[in-house]
């Protein structure tokens, strides 16, 4: 059994920073595609950003310049950080994983940025 476990989410005031991580744990044996996604209310869920096993990343437009995505093998972790923050950033943001074949998602962190 796999489970990842998101955690950093918060209130943060426009402009602010704010990092999220997604561990992944359980008998793991290959990571492959690793990703954060975010759901406002009443919208869609939408790939905000993700990394490959080799570590080729990509980006949404509306955060890129704004975000970076990172990971730790040895930790089986994932990060996300998060500059400049805006309201329309407001969501619940998911960690998205293929493991072993497999896809995986955590429960989400909320992010909140209001003044």
């Known amino acids: 059994q796999v489970v990842l476990v998101e955690s950093g989410g918060g209130l943060v005031q426009p402009g602010g920073s704010l990092r999220l991580s997604c561990a992944a744990s359980?008998?793991?044996?290959?990571?492959?595609?690793m990703g954060w996604y975010r759901q406002a209310p009443g919208k869609q869920r939408e790939l905000v950003s993700g990394?490959?096993?080799?570590?080729?990343?990509n980006y949404a437009d509306s955060v890129k310049g704004r975000f970076t995505i990172s990971k730790d093998n040895a930790k089986n972790t994932v990060y996300l950080q998060m500059k400049s923050l805006k309201p329309e950033d407001t969501a619940v943001y998911y960690c998205?994983?293929?493991?072993?074949?497999?896809?995986?998602w955590g429960q989400g962190t909320q992010v909140t940025v209001s003044s």
């Open positions: 998205k994983a293929i493991i072993d074949g497999y896809q995986y």
């Open positions: 359980g008998t793991i044996f290959s990571i492959y595609d």
């Open positions: 990394i490959s096993s080799s570590g080729t990343t």
